[in-house]
Nanobody, 121 residues
Framework: QVQLVESGGGLVPPGGSLRLSCAAS????????MAWYRQTPGKQRELVAHITNGGTATYADSVKGRFTITRDNAKNTVYLQMNSLKPEDTAVYCCNALLRTPTLRSAKDYWGQGTQVTVSS
């Protein structure tokens, strides 16, 4: 059984910073790509940042230059460093991992439960 558990959300004033973490645990053979998404009520889920198992990162235009995604392959953990936060960054942030378990022939997407990030003065 695989779990993705996020942490690090909270309330921060505009211009502030937060660091999100997401650890994958359980019976895992390999973790491939990992990513952060965010969602606000009434809006479509948005891909914020994506990182391959080789460390290649891509970002949504709205967060380029402010957010940094990294990962620790030994810990099956992905991080999202968020700087210069804006009110429009307020959302539930969910992590995603494409991974393979011993019982699966092919990789499958797994999701965390989400963590709230609120940017407000």
């Amino acid at each position: 059984q695989v779990q993705l558990v996020e942490s690090g959300g909270g309330l921060v004033p505009p211009g502030g910073s937060l660091r999100l973490s997401c650890a994958a645990s359980g019976s895992i053979d390999s973790v491939y790509a990992m990513a952060w998404y965010r969602q606000t009520p009434g809006k479509q889920r948005e891909l914020v940042a994506h990182i391959t198992n080789g460390g290649t990162a891509t970002y949504a235009d709205s967060v380029k230059g402010r957010f940094t995604i990294t990962r620790d392959n030994a810990k099956n953990t992905v991080y999202l460093q968020m700087n210069s936060l804006k009110p429009e960054d307020t959302a539930v942030y969910c992590c995603n991992a494409l991974l393979r378990t011993p019982t699966l022939r092919s990789a499958k997407d797994y999701w965390g439960q989400g963590t709230q990030v609120t940017v407000s003065s």
